[in-house]
Nanobody, 124 residues
Framework: QVQPVESGGGLVQAGDSLRLSCTVS????????MGWFRRFPGREPEPIGG????????LYWDSEKGRFAISRDNAKNTGYLQVSSLKPWDTAVYLC?????????????????WGQGTQVTVSS
């Protein structure tokens, strides 16, 4: 069972940048695509983007292009989400998920294992 764990969230100021991590402690991380989502209060998770199992391709939800960058280091069993120019409305719980696919995907139904999430709060 591949179980992802997110880290790196916290309280930041508008305009700051942040890098979130997603670490998998078991399973073959390099065999699976990975995705990042965020959940606003009272809503279902919304996609940010995904990365292929090898890391050679990424796919972003249109509205998130430019400020978000997804990468991964398979040797460290860790994926990353770099967020720049944070806005107060970016405040949410950020989740990573592991997919049985190998290609980059942002379809929620493609993801089998979800982390608990890490809270990001952006103050104005």
């Amino acid at each position: 069972q591949v179980q992802p764990v997110e880290s790196g969230g916290g309280l930041v100021q508008a305009g700051d940048s942040l890098r979130l991590s997603c670490t998998v402690s078991s399973g073959t991380f390099s065999s699976y695509a990975m995705g990042w989502f965020r959940r606003f209060p009272g809503r279902e998770p919304e996609p940010i983007g995904g990365i292929s199992s090898s890391g050679d391709s990424t796919l972003y939800w249109d509205s998130e292009k430019g400020r978000f960058a997804i990468s991964r280091d398979n040797a460290k069993n860790t994926g990353y989400l770099q967020v720049s120019s944070l806005k107060p409305w970016d405040t949410a719980v950020y989740l990573c998920a592991i997919s049985h696919r190998t290609y980059a995907t942002i379809s929620t139904s493609d993801f089998d294992s979800w982390g608990q999430g890490t809270q990001v709060t952006v103050s104005s």
